[in-house]
């Protein structure tokens, strides 16, 4: 039975921002209005479920966030509920560890990035190489994003980039308690 904090942390039980569905351009612009209309002082709440998305979304919120923390100095909390997967690790990534929280039974579920994508040579073999050097400028330049908010990630955590690096392509669900017990997050109510 999972041992619950929630009263220690009374401001989580009404986040100014809730967040939940897919990472795309709709939460953004919902993320930004809530944002907008939430009070100007004090913690600022944040909470999202969701199955994950545009993981660039995820990072342009996590910007928000990152920009508020360091030029206002206003203090911003994750609460992640039920499922926090893909984007949605990306989007908690922006959150120092210790100001993450989960709801008990949630999952966090951390993977690679994925590429989808067909490359057609047709054309004059001078015009072939340009095109796979530009896919493999993609390729390498997303592998180095990836990378920048693993190593956010697990900053500060009991996890080391090599163990999340070895458990993403598998899809790494972890639960509320173990993330806890790994500080991936400060606690789970």
Known sequence: MTDTHASQYPLLAAPHIQLHGIVDDAMYAQFKDQLAAAPP????VVSITTLGGDPEMARAM????RLLREYTGRDALFLGKVAVYSAGATFMS???ADRRFLTKNSRLMIHERLMNSTI???GPLNTLTPLLKAKLNEIEDSIRIQEEG????VRGTQVTLEQLKQKAP???YIEAEEARRLGLVLDVI
Do not use: K, Q, V
């Open 120 to 122: 057609t040579l047709n």
């Open 94 to 96: 922006a959150f120092p």
């Open 41 to 44: 002082e004090g913690p600022l």
């Open 62 to 65: 996590g910007d928000s966030i």
């Open 150 to 153: 693993f190593a956010d990630l």
């Open 170 to 172: 598998d899809n790494w």
